[in-house]
């Protein structure tokens, strides 16, 4: 989690210092780096789900009968 914090600050630095043009290329590099890092943590426990198929066990955050699989 430390480590986290240190890239995102790392990676965040330049964001002070506009291209010549004036555009925050840096702020929109770390927008777009934030946007997939949250587009892959959403992807990997549905991933995850789906491969293990019947095995899968719900757990006590479960909807019950209203979820729509196959447990």
Same mark, same amino acid.
């Given at each position: 989690? *430390? =480590?986290g914090a240190v890239f995102a600050f790392v990676i965040t630095i330049p964001a002070y210092f506009p291209d010549k043009a004036g555009a925050p290329v #840096?702020? *929109?590099a770390v927008t777009s780096v934030s946007v997939i890092? *949250? !587009? %892959? #943590? !959403?992807? %990997? $426990?549905v991933f995850l789900r789906w491969r293990a198929g019947s095995r =899968?066990? $719900?757990g006590p955050w479960t909807l019950g009968a209203k979820y729509g699989g196959s447990t």
């Open positions: 989690m *430390l =480590f #840096a702020f *929109l890092g *949250l !587009y %892959i #943590a !959403y992807t %990997i $426990p =899968f066990v $719900p």
